[in-house]
C-alpha cells in the first residue's frame, strides 16, 4: 500500500533548523492550529497585517460560516489546487514540537518566472524570541536552493515596523509600493504596502545548518526537476554564516 506521502509528495518535505520545522499542514494539525489562531496572532498596537481580516471571524465550530469553517475551505483550497501551473504550501511552522504558526509560499507559472510569494504569521503568544525571522530564512533557502527560484517577493502594510525588521533580517530589499485594500469586519479601507524581495546574492542565511528533506520528490511533483538548485543533494545540509536572532513579528 502507498503511504501517504507517495500519494501527495508534498507530505514528505521537511525543512528544519535548531528547534524550528516547516512541514505542509495536515488534517491532524488542524485542531492544534484553531487553538492557536483562537489565542491571537495581531499585534493591537501594529496596522492590521492582512487583506482579510480572517482572523476577526467569530467561532463557531460546526457552522457553514465563520472561524474556523471559512480558513479550513482555504487550507484544504491550497492542497486541492496545488500544480506546476500554480501551487501554494501551507507549511506549519513548530517550535520545540508545538505549533506556533503559520508559513505559505506561492507561485504561479514557477517555471517560467521562478519567483516565489511568501508570507507568514505567529500566534501572539510566541512573538519575539526570533521564530518569525528563523521561518522566513527557513522558506526562502527552500525556494532559491531547493526549488530553483531566482527570487522570493514578499509585502507589509506600511507602518508595520515589526514586519519590516524581519524582511530586513532575511535580506529581502525594498520593491515599491502600491495601494491595496483591506477587508475587516469594519468595512474596506485602502493602505499602502511596501513590496520587498530577496535573492540568492541578499538572502541572510540561518546561522545553524539546515536540513531539507522531500525536496526530490517535490519538485518532481511541481514540475520544476529540470530547473538548476543550489541544494547539492536530494536532503542537503546547508550550512549558514548569519548568527543573529533578535525580535521578530507575526510575518
Known amino acids: 500500500m502507498l503511504s501517504l506521502e ?27 492550529l484553531v487553538e492557536l489562531v483562537r489565542g491571537g496572532v495581531t499585534d493591537p498596537a501594529l496596522p492590521m497585517p492582512f487583506l482579510q481580516a480572517w482572523h476577526e471571524e467569530p467561532f463557531t465550530p460546526g457552522a457553514p460560516d ?116 483591506q477587508r475587516s469586519a469594519a468595512g474596506a479601507v485602502g493602505a499602502d504596502e511596501q513590496r520587498v524581495v530577496v535573492t540568492r546574492d541578499t538572502v541572510v542565511r540561518p546561522g545553524e545548518p539546515v536540513t531539507v528533506e522531500g525536496a526530490a520528490v517535490l519538485r518532481r511533483f511541481l514540475g520544476v526537476d529540470d530547473l538548476p538548485h543550489a541544494a547539492a543533494s536530494v536532503d542537503s545540509h546547508t550550512d549558514g554564516h548569519d548568527v543573529s536572532d533578535v525580535s521578530d513579528d507575526a510575518g
Open 6 to 32: 507517495e500519494i501527495f509528495p508534498p507530505f514528505a518535505l521537511r525543512v528544519a533548523c535548531g528547534p524550528v520545522e516547516l512541514r505542509v499542514l495536515r488534517d491532524d494539525d488542524v485542531p492544534e
Open 66 to 181: 465563520g472561524f474556523p469553517t471559512s480558513s479550513l475551505r482555504w487550507w484544504w483550497t491550497q492542497r486541492a489546487t496545488c500544480s506546476p501551473e500554480e501551487w501554494r504550501l501551507a507549511l506549519t511552522v513548530r517550535r520545540d514540537g508545538v505549533l506556533v504558526g503559520m508559513q505559505d509560499l506561492h507561485a504561479v507559472a514557477f517555471p517560467q518566472r521562478r519567483s516565489v510569494l511568501t508570507g507568514s504569521w505567529l500566534g501572539r503568544a510566541h512573538h519575539g524570541v526570533g521564530t518569525g525571522t528563523l521561518m522566513r530564512r527557513l522558506a526562502v533557502v527552500l525556494a532559491l536552493d531547493e526549488l530553483g527560484a531566482a527570487q522570493c517577493e514578499s509585502g507589509y502594510i506600511v507602518g508595520n515596523h515589526a514586519s519590516a525588521a524581519v524582511s530586513r533580517k532575511v535580506g529581502y530589499r525594498e520593491n515599491g509600493r502600491h495601494r491595496v485594500v
